[in-house]
């Protein structure tokens, strides 16, 4: 079979500049990646309804402090969440609603 394209020019050149750029796609591989942990998925599903500070959220999701706190310095160095002191608490929050939506269109894609 010869170098013949199946595709129009149009089609093919939509295509072209349609697919993200290198830095685009590195950025969105180190922000799927961060829901490829169950922990992490926890953590952003119990930070979905309240923001929460580590002791509240290792209660709540039956985990040790220092695994909570491990896997939230990934998700604020990553830009999920960010924090806000209250006095020698810090709370932690989703960064945007953004975070939340993925998480549910995955559900609905997943049919749950």
Do not use: W
């Amino acid at each position: 079979m010869s170098d013949m394209l199946l595709l129009d020019r149009r089609t093919q050149t939509i295509v072209e500049e349609s697919v993200p750029e290198e830095e685009i796609l590195d950025r969105l591989v180190r922000f799927f990646s961060v829901f490829s942990d169950s922990t992490r998925l926890k953590i952003l599903s119990a930070l979905s309804i309240s923001e929460l500070c580590v002791t509240d959220l290792s209660r709540v999701l039956n985990m040790n402090q220092t695994t909570v706190s491990h896997q939230l310095r990934f998700l604020k160095g990553n830009g999920i969440v960010k924090t806000e002191r209250h006095g020698k608490i810090i709370f932690y929050r989703l960064s945007s609603d953004i975070v939340n939506e993925v998480l549910l269109s995955a559900i609905d894609f997943l049919g749950y």
